[in-house]
């Protein structure tokens, strides 16, 4: 798979975004190590609602605020998404409790592959003197935030569009460190203990059963508490080794200048790709519902259906650490956690 990456990087032309158009850059490309460490997602088995098409959330939305349709440009598309102000929630036009067919998003195939559709964006941040950082992410139409204390019907965190990421540090094309994130928060992991793809060298994210957070080990992992990522408790992710995802064949492909703050396509992205949606400031689902919605449901403070998420600009893309600033304390982990009891007596 990495073969027929790199054979069509070779052959894309390049372009470069300004504000309002697209223009053409010769020689500029992503990093070959980019390609190279790029992660393997695994889906998990009970996975239902899988990665989705970055352009087909807008097909299947309207731009509101306020719970009102506000008016957006003709068309809108992810050339023109950015002209829409930064207090928009892109809102299903149909009632998401019946569980429309593109919320599912779409299975990747034997090889990993999400056909008809681009589900994924790579956006490397050069900062000089050998120092690269590449975020890679991952769009899903829907978020479902699983049960707590195992009861049906009883959910927290439910809603429209989803990004989650992985960023990993290079130093002189050298990987140092993976990023997975994770709810509000996420864990960092030295490279060489992640687990790895078939190649030895791709390391493995494991995206829970309907969240998506991304894990270094498959398994159970309870997120009640950032920073403790226990193999049990009161609300836990799952996750396995099952549906394979390889990113990179149906991605966008960027390099984000901080200065600037401004994006431009690099091979293998084609001439056309689009790159004003990533300026696009407003949410990428529904607004949380009110109390008095009949579908909503709020316990502790905490919403069955919460609002969408922004974008992939809002992920802290010139982070200082390997961890975005978010008030946790940036941990940058030697040993894969959680273990179980069953992980530990393997290793015996």
């Known amino acids: 798979m990495f073969r027929s990456i790199v054979s069509f990087a070779a052959i894309v032309a390049v372009v ?68 829409l102000g930064g207090d928009v929630y892109l809102t299903s036009k149909v009632d998401i409790t019946t569980n429309p067919q593109w919320l599912k998003g779409i299975k990747p195939d034997g090889n990993g592959k999400t056909n008809g559709g681009f589900t994924a964006a790579i956006i490397v941040n050069d900062k000089g003197g050998g120092n690269v950082d590449a975020f890679y992410m991952y769009f899903y139409a829907y978020n479902w935030g699983g049960e707590v204390l195992g009861i049906d019907n009883l959910q927290f965190g439910n809603h429209v569009g989803d990004w989650e990421h992985n960023m990993i540090r290079f130093s002189n094309g050298v990987p140092q460190y993976v990023w997975y994130s994770q709810h509000s928060n996420g864990q960092a992991f030295k490279y060489d203990i992640t687990q790895r793809h078939s190649d030895g060298i791709r390391p ?24 403790f990522n226990l193999p049990g408790g009161v609300l836990e992710d799952h996750t396995s080794k099952s549906v394979l995802w390889d990113p990179l064949l149906s991605a966008y492909y960027y390099s984000f200048n901080p200065s600037a703050n401004s994006f431009t396509p690099i091979a293998p992205s084609s001439p056309d ?23 909503q449901v709020k316990l502790f403070g905490q919403a069955k259906y919460a609002s969408g998420p922004t974008g992939p600009a809002d992920k802290q893309l010139n982070r200082a650490n390997v961890c975005p600033d978010n008030g946790q304390t940036c941990i940058l982990r030697t040993i894969l956690v959680p273990k179980s009891v069953d992980m530990m007596e393997d290793e015996q």
Do not use: M
Not at 26 to 38: C, E, H, I, M, R
Not at 50 to 60: E, R, Y
Not at 205 to 211: H, L, V
Not at 276 to 290: I, R, T, V
């Open 16 to 83: 470069s975004a300004a504000p309002a158009k697209l223009e053409r850059r010769q020689g500029a490309s992503v990093p070959d190590f980019v390609l190279k460490y790029a992660p393997i997602v695994y889906l998990d088995s009970s996975e239902q609602y899988f990665p989705s098409d970055i352009g087909a959330q807008l097909a299947n939305t309207n731009p509101e605020v306020n719970f009102n349709t506000v008016s957006a440009p003709n068309p809108l598309d992810l050339n023109s998404l950015n002209q």
């Open 204 to 227: 493995l994210a494991f995206s829970a059963n309907g969240s998506h957070a991304n894990y270094a080990i498959p398994g159970t992992h309870d997120h009640t508490i950032p920073n």
């Open 273 to 295: 790709t689009p790159v004003n949606w990533l300026a696009f400031g407003g949410k990428w689902g529904d607004q949380e519902y009110p109390e008095s919605d009949k579908r």
